[in-house]
Nanobody
């Protein structure tokens, strides 16, 4: 079992920044991939970004490229999502998730943290 706890959400004005953190505990593996997802009211959950264990593979959805940055600190079992130039459409509950192998599925999820961007 892996437990994931997100933090860092909040209310910010458009154009502002937030940094989300997600700390994993329990059974983790060195080949894991950690990802960020978000779900806005009335919409399906969508992929935001992900990072491999060694950080040699980092992916983003097009809508956040150039504004969001995913990073990780393996010594702290923590992944970060730095969000800059936030827009009202970034408002959502943000979740982190982990898959144990690059080709696996995301099987462990955090409880989510709310990000609200006001115009």
């Amino acid at each position: 079992q892996v437990q994931l706890v997100e933090s860092g959400g909040g209310l910010v004005q458009a154009g502002g920044s937030l940094r989300l953190s997600c700390t994993a505990s329990g059974r983790t593996f060195s080949s894991n991939v950690m990802g960020w997802f978000r779900q806005a009211p009335g919409k399906e959950r969508e992929f935001v970004g992900s990072i491999s264990w060694s950080a040699d593979t980092i992916d983003y959805t097009d809508s956040v490229k150039g504004r969001f940055t995913v990073s990780r600190d393996n010594a702290k079992n923590t992944v970060y999502l730095q969000m800059n130039s936030l827009k009202p459409e970034d408002t959502a509950v943000y979740y982190c998730a982990v898959k144990m192998t690059p080709r696996g599925k995301y099987i462990y999820w955090g409880q989510g943290t709310q990000v609200t961007v006001s115009s």
